[in-house]
């Protein structure tokens, strides 16, 4: 009876921990403290923008259901998005979002390019292994907030691993 129960909680161990290496994974690289101010002032005054680099999925375009998911993460406001900058409240105030390396490792690197102006080369897809991206907030070319990430490598943006990740991600550059 106890080894049936000592092999069921291996089991379910295993399990868990095979799951854990699929889960999304981040880390905050910088906080200024002040990213929730400045987005309140920035959604007063429209929608945020989201800026995309990279194309991480062969057919499907990430832009839209990024900048989509970051909405849905900020529940503590009313919050409205934009991926053209036109658009934007104040395209000053804005989400870069860099999948694979397509901005490289350098959260201030991603600031200093105005709105609309990346100047950055796309990342080609990687399927296969973990989904790799570097969000930050600017304020114009200042860093507020930036954060790492990776996911086990989803099939297309609307993966619930692809929203658990840009979810993540996106509360702890607005923590609640």
Avoid: H, W
Avoid at 31 to 54: C, I, K, M, W
Avoid at 89 to 117: E, H, S, T
Avoid at 119 to 142: H, M
């Amino acid at each position: 009876m106890l080894r049936r129960l000592m092999t069921g909680l291996v089991a379910a161990a295993t399990t868990l921990v095979g799951a854990c290496e699929d889960a999304p994974r981040s880390t905050v690289l910088f906080a200024s403290g002040q990213a929730n101010t400045f987005l309140d002032y920035a959604a007063s005054r429209g929608p945020l923008l989201v800026e995309t680099l990279g194309q991480p999925f062969t057919k499907d375009s990430v832009g839209q259901p990024t900048s989509d998911l970051i909405a849905a993460a900020i529940t503590r406001r009313k919050l409205t998005t934009t991926t053209d900058s036109a658009q934007a409240g104040d395209p000053a105030f804005r989400v870069k979002v860099a999948f694979n390396g397509a901005g490289g490792k350098d959260p201030n690197r991603l600031c200093a390019a105005p709105a609309g102006q990346n100047g950055l080369i796309s990342s080609a897809p990687k399927t296969g292994e973990r989904l790799e991206i570097l969000a930050v907030f600017c304020n114009d070319q200042t860093l507020e907030a930036a954060v790492s990430g990776s996911v086990a490598y989803p099939t297309n943006p609307q993966d619930p691993q692809f929203a658990a990740l840009i979810k993540q991600v996106t509360r702890q550059i607005f923590p609640q």
